[in-house]
């Protein structure tokens, strides 16, 4: 059962690296406006954003190292379904993607062995999941 579950977060982790590497990555930076507009998301994209504010709304100073890696898990889910299904194109999808990479820094800090850590990086997860509008409508 160990050796499965390993293979399995070992599995995740190969996902967070695909998932880096199949779109350039460009470091911690906020996506930048349509000419001080918010861009246009497909609906895929939007659904996706509002189940993960649905989902992640709230931090909670008893969860476990376990808790936080589900819970990266089922946001690597749910971004695996926006890109999957994505229809952006064009500057929009650049800054969809450089989003969606400022997501991906904190699951993978939630996926490691630091609860501290894990439990930071939710605070900011949640954080730049509720800024999602402040970049796409």
């Excluded at 699951?107 to 850590?117: A, E, F, P, Q, Y």
């Excluded at 939710?122 to 954080?127: A, G, M, R």
Aim: with cysteine; net charge negative; glycine share 6%.
């Amino acid at each position: 059962m160990k050796f499965s579950k390993s293979i399995f977060h070992g599995f995740i982790l190969f996902l967070i690296t695909i998932t880096f590497s199949c779109h350039e990555h460009t470091g911690s930076k906020l996506p930048e406006l349509n000419n001080g507009k918010v861009w246009v998301a497909d609906k895929s994209t939007r659904l996706g954003f509002q189940k993960m504010d649905e989902q992640f709304h709230h931090a909670n100073s008893l969860e476990s190292l376990e808790d936080y890696h589900k819970q990266a898990d089922q946001i690597l889910s749910i971004i695996n379904e926006i890109q999957s299904s994505c229809t952006m194109s064009g500057q929009g999808h650049e800054e969809l993607h450089n989003y969606i990479n400022l997501l991906l820094e904190e699951v993978r800090i939630m996926k490691g062995n630091d609860i501290d850590l894990a439990k930071k990086a939710k605070s900011e997860l949640i954080e730049k999941i509720s800024k999602h509008s402040l970049y796409f409508e």
